[in-house]
């Protein structure tokens, strides 16, 4: 299993409620939403993967739950990765993916 699919199912209900419109490409071994062709989240294994604007980064990753994200042995600069336990709530999930189109528009 490349990423957990009840996840990305989750994340595809909520995406879905958005006005923008959202692909889906492999990516990291798992699945990335993009926005406009930029990357909002996705999933990889059983964790979600989320862009953030540099400037939220500190206070992003003083959250608990949060780690960046080290796919390739050092941290990669904008992203960040969440445990289950702190997307529990579709909530919480809706606001890490409001997170993540922030980085994207910011980006355009």
Avoid: C
Avoid at 48 to 61: A, F, N, Q, S
Wanted: no cysteine; net charge positive; aromatic share 12%.
């Amino acid at each position: 299993m490349a990423y957990n699919e009840e996840i990305a199912r989750r994340v595809q209900y909520l995406l879905g409620l958005f006005p923008e419109d959202f692909t889906e490409k492999k990516m990291f071994g798992g699945i990335a939403f993009l926005y406009q062709g930029k990357m909002t989240v996705g999933v990889v294994k059983d964790e979600l993967m989320v862009r953030v604007v540099g400037e939220k980064m500190d206070r992003i990753l003083q959250q608990d739950y949060v780690r960046p994200m080290d796919f390739t042995g050092k941290p990669m600069k904008e992203f960040v990765f969440v445990s289950q336990k702190g997307f529990k709530t579709e909530k919480q999930l809706h606001q890490w993916i409001e997170l993540g189109l922030e980085h994207a528009k910011s980006k355009l």
